[in-house]
């Protein structure tokens, strides 16, 4: 259980931190830059990990037949429509349809790469 809770604070702060570079890499796409405190994106990382953990589920399986047809691709849409749909619940932080999906690749990257160093830390120490 508490693995469990440390891995999803850790996933809320590097959730945090990729939406952080991803607004300073891409900016927002909106035409009058909201305020970007530290706060706010700690609480968009929160939302944002909410939002995967819940909605994502029901959205990949109402999604499956253009999973299929795209072989897979479709999942980049997917991943941008969460990250517009946290941010748009999120005070203080905006961003467009095509930024979020650009924010979505950056966030899965990072995601992925902390999913492979926490599988080999918990290798290392099961070993």
């Given amino acids: 259980m508490a693995d469990g809770i440390l891995a999803f604070i850790l996933r809320w702060l590097l959730n945090s931190f990729g939406i952080w ?3 300073k890499l891409f900016g927002t ?3 009058q ?7 706010a994106f700690i609480v968009a990382g929160l939302v944002f990990s909410i939002v995967n953990a819940m909605v994502r589920p029901i ?5 499956l037949p253009a999973l299929l047809i795209t072989m897979g691709l479709f999942i980049i849409v997917i991943n941008g429509f969460m990250v517009w749909l946290a941010l748009a619940i999120t005070p203080g ?4 349809f095509s930024h979020a999906i650009l924010t979505g690749i950056v966030l899965s990257v990072v ?17």
């Fill in 21 to 23: 570079l991803s607004v």
């Fill in 29 to 31: 796409g909106l035409s």
């Fill in 33 to 39: 830059e909201p305020l970007s405190t530290m706060s």
């Fill in 59 to 63: 959205v990949l399986i109402l999604s």
């Fill in 93 to 96: 932080i905006g961003m467009t």
């Fill in 111 to 127: 995601n992925w790469v902390v999913s492979g160093m926490l599988q080999v830390d918990y290798l290392r120490r099961k070993a």
